[in-house]
């Protein structure tokens, strides 16, 4: 699912032997390890600031902002090209040097790159990204912060049902009327991957169109579903003080945020840069960002990024 999220020297990068994790780290960065520290035509030999783009939704809007104010905290040059489109727009986009960096995520990106990709788990899919991505394009360190579809339920429902996780929801699927996308019918992290992984066949199922929104949760708290698919960093699941049930065995893809770049363009000083946004970024981070974007207060999305980054101590 996860419908709201469309995602010269080392041009090799992305079909790193073994399908090998990119890593960045900055112990390499003066030994000549990292794959982007010879970047040869790299931001300084071009003389051009750091395009990033995001795609058409406030998150990846906010994110983008993060990584610009960033970088340019950091003495790069950087500036911000808002709302291209889908993933398909904007992969385009970097690979004709319209931008140079992308805020995507993990588990979409590995599907958009693999159509056959089985990798579920946070470490396998960017264990397999790398070596799946477009010629000249790669991706440096994911996030813990993740969107990904979640079952959430009601305070009311949990206690009722003795609800945890999803093995759990699998125990009294049969009294449960789900509410998901249409697509999650035929779609394996749907309802096939449930009944697979935790004997969840639900009563009824319940198609929603407006990818977890407003009329999912209304259903869920008139009590017409009991149960939903919600993006885990959808401010209505706090606003609405709605429980997220675990996934134990990964019925849902990881979906960390991470840089998607042009190898020839990110150099290992902008690398690093991006890796320290990524180790400081969590879902909460998200959640809140989205609060303030999306929900109630209308911020812009650069001053969130920017009060972000500066409670984060990566701006003064």
């Known amino acids: 699912m996860n419908t709201p999220h469309p995602r010269p020297a080392v041009?090799?990068?992305?079909?790193?032997?073994?399908?090998?994790?990119?890593?960045?780290?900055l112990a390499s960065c003066g030994t000549g390890g990292s794959p982007l520290s010879n970047?040869?035509?790299?931001?300084?030999?071009?003389?051009?600031?750091?395009?990033?783009?995001?795609?058409?939704?406030?998150?990846?809007?906010?994110l983008a902002n993060i990584y610009a104010g960033a970088l340019n905290a950091a003495g790069i040059n950087a500036t911000t090209k808002p709302g291209i489109g889908?993933?398909?727009?904007?992969?385009?986009?970097?690979?004709?040097?319209?931008?140079?960096?992308?805020?995507?995520?993990s588990g979409n990106l590995l599907r958009y790159?693999?159509?056959?990709?089985?990798?579920?788990?946070?470490?396998?899919?960017?264990?397999?990204?790398?070596?799946?991505?477009p010629a000249g394009l790669a991706v440096l360190d994911a996030a813990s912060a993740e969107d990904k579809d979640s079952i959430v339920v009601t305070e009311a429902t949990a206690a009722k049902y003795g609800l945890k996780t999803l093995t759990d929801l699998g125990r009294v699927c049969d009294r449960i009327a789900?509410?998901?996308?249409?697509?999650?019918?035929?779609?394996?992290?749907?309802?096939?991957?449930?009944?697979?992984?935790?004997?969840?066949?639900?009563?009824?199922?319940?198609?929603?169109?407006?990818?977890?929104g407003p009329l999912t949760v209304k259903a869920l708290l008139d009590d017409t579903i009991q149960a939903a698919d919600v993006f885990t960093t959808s401010p209505l699941i706090s606003q609405n003080h709605l429980l997220t049930l675990e996934d134990p065995l990964n019925n849902f893809a990881a979906q960390q945020v991470v840089p998607l770049v042009r190898a020839d363009r990110v150099d290992a000083k902008a690398a690093e840069v991006l890796n320290k946004v990524s180790r400081?970024?969590?879902?909460?981070?998200?959640?809140?960002?989205?609060?303030?974007?999306?929900?109630?207060?209308?911020?812009?999305?650069?001053?969130?990024?920017a009060a972000w980054l500066k409670d984060k101590g990566l701006t003064r």
């Open 11 to 25: 041009a090799r990068l992305a079909v790193l032997a073994a399908g090998t994790l990119l890593t960045l780290a």
């Open 39 to 62: 970047a040869s035509t790299g931001t300084a030999a071009q003389g051009g600031p750091l395009v990033v783009g995001s795609a058409n939704f406030p998150e990846s809007e906010t």
């Open 86 to 105: 889908s993933r398909e727009v904007y992969v385009r986009a970097l690979q004709d040097g319209s931008i140079d960096l992308v805020p995507d995520y």
């Open 113 to 133: 790159a693999d159509k056959n990709a089985a990798a579920v788990s946070a470490a396998d899919v960017m264990k397999a990204l790398p070596g799946k991505l």
């Open 178 to 212: 789900l509410g998901m996308p249409p697509e999650a019918q035929d779609r394996p992290q749907g309802l096939p991957g449930l009944k697979t992984k935790y004997g969840c066949v639900p009563k009824q199922f319940v198609p929603f169109s407006d990818g977890g």
């Open 280 to 305: 400081a970024l969590t879902t909460g981070d998200l959640l809140r960002l989205n609060e303030q974007v999306s929900g109630n207060a209308k911020q812009n999305p650069a001053d969130a990024a």
